[in-house]
């Protein structure tokens, strides 16, 4: 071989290099998607929406919401354990896919906990006890009592078999020693139709989708399940207050990536994540749909949904709960 072939080819193989280094420091250099799990309209899309638009602004390239609801989160999560670590897409994850989903739904061997490397937690929301117009009861220990004395009478809805609303229902029958009847339903938009109709007694779920409805008088907001108050749910006290300091049912909604997509990735994502969230704007906006923007770095988020996943294993367990 000629030294100018030798010349030629180490020529090109330094171009290879840089033009590797040069792709990796220009990223984002197309759109990038963020699939969510669920329907548009709930609290998991809203969040994924709130994100999408000043994250895209502060990375320079568009972040589009691709809605892939189906198989209890299985669908979204599947899709994105299967895509090029890359960091154009990635998944805005809800806490109940990601931790209770994996004990109750066997599909949910298609994907496991480390097929998702953690970007950054975005809203936290607790779950707030909502009761229909006419039940008797006032508060939550008066709903206790009327649990107590008319077992089995009361009914609770859910979003389905295996749901958070579920098994925030199990927990709540787990430390008040009562019996109540679970109704599961499609969807959190079908349950609170019957919940307004008279059909179920009550129900838990994240604040949204309630707040116009125990504005209006129609529904009676008892507890919220967090450890602290929900500012546009300033007078409903919360579970501790109420007399079950255990009955701590938050839910969270984070971005994760595919694992192995390469740090400095990651740490470019999470930094401008935490740079949105920090606006004035984001938070007015999370305080409005009754959450908090609850930011956490990728190890973190990884921590914290470790140990939830243990935690929510054993409130599972100990009910029996299994999805259809």
């Known amino acids: 071989m000629s030294n100018l072939h030798r010349r030629q080819i180490v020529l090109l193989l330094l171009a290879s290099f840089a033009g590797g280094a040069n792709a990796q420091a220009a990223y984002p250099s197309k759109p990038i998607t963020l699939i969510v799990p669920t329907a548009p309209g709930g609290t998991t899309d809203i969040a994924a929406r709130m994100l999408a638009e000043p994250l895209g602004k502060a990375l320079g390239q568009s972040v589009v919401v691709d809605n892939r609801g189906g198989a209890s989160g299985g669908l ?109 339903y499609k969807g959190t938009g079908p349950a609170l139709q019957d919940l307004l109709g008279g059909q179920v007694d009550l129900t838990f779920g994240t604040p949204p989708p309630y707040i116009p409805f125990i504005q209006s ?46 740090k400095p990735i990651i740490d470019k994502l999470t930094a401008e994540i935490a740079k949105v969230m920090a606006t004035p704007a984001f938070k007015q906006k999370a305080t409005e749909l009754g959450a908090t923007a609850d930011y956490m770095s990728p190890q973190q988020l990884n921590d914290y949904s470790t140990s939830e996943l243990a935690r929510w294993a054993q409130v599972v367990k100990a009910a029996k709960i299994e999805a259809d």
Do not use: C
């Open 217 to 262: 008088g129609k529904l009676r907001a008892l507890a919220v399940t967090g450890s602290s108050h929900v500012a546009s749910l300033a007078n409903v006290p919360t579970a501790a207050e109420a007399g079950l300091p255990k009955l701590d049912a938050t839910s969270w909604f984070g971005v994760f990536a595919p694992a192995k997509t390469p």
């Open 76 to 184: 979204a999560a599947v899709a994105v354990k299967r895509a090029e670590p890359d960091g154009y897409t990635l998944l805005m994850q809800y806490s109940g896919y990601h931790v209770i989903t994996p004990h109750v739904v066997k599909q949910a061997a298609q994907w496991e906990a480390r097929d998702l490397q953690a970007v950054a937690n975005v809203l936290s929301a607790p779950q707030v006890i909502v009761v229909r117009e006419g039940l008797p009861v006032k508060t939550l220990a008066e709903l206790v009592a009327y649990a107590k004395a008319n077992p089995g009478k009361l009914s609770y809805a859910s979003s389905g078999n295996g749901s958070l609303q579920h098994v925030t229902g199990a927990m709540l029958e787990q430390q008040a020693g009562i019996t109540m009847t679970h109704v599961p």
